[in-house]
């Protein structure tokens, strides 16, 4: 029996999680998309802590007009200014189980442009 679209993601996502982690040096920058917005998170994963979020939902950038990729920039960006104020400037990128296209790529795009190396 063929899997599921989300079966399939939590799949590929559990092979990912095995090989990237994040550090308090090296956080994991998460993501998380759903149909409308798309949410980030930077992790330490030895402490257990969040050390910085963004999502499509903040006002700033709820406020924007555009489409669904370039909203997705504008959160990259936005985590990559919080990312450079808490002193982290390289990360582990975490797909998510999601394909490296689309809104996950403009995410990225939009980090590495605000200075984020990964």
Do not use: C, W
Not at 15 to 32: Q, T, Y
Not at 40 to 65: F, H, P
């Amino acid at each position: 029996m063929a899997l599921t679209k989300t079966e399939r993601r939590q799949r590929i996502k559990n092979r990912i999680r095995k090989v990237v982690s994040g550090s308090e040096a090296r956080p994991r920058l998460s993501v998380f998309r759903s149909n409308k917005e798309i949410y980030v998170q930077l992790i330490d994963d030895t402490n257990g802590v969040t050390l910085a979020a963004a999502s499509s939902r903040d006002k700033e950038i709820s406020s924007a007009e555009g489409t669904k990729s370039e909203i997705a920039k504008l959160v990259g960006k936005a985590i990559a200014e919080k990312a450079l104020k808490a002193g982290v400037d390289t990360i582990s990128f975490d797909r998510g189980g999601y394909l490296y296209h689309g809104r996950v790529k403009s995410l990225a795009e939009g980090a590495r442009e605000a200075g984020l190396k990964f």
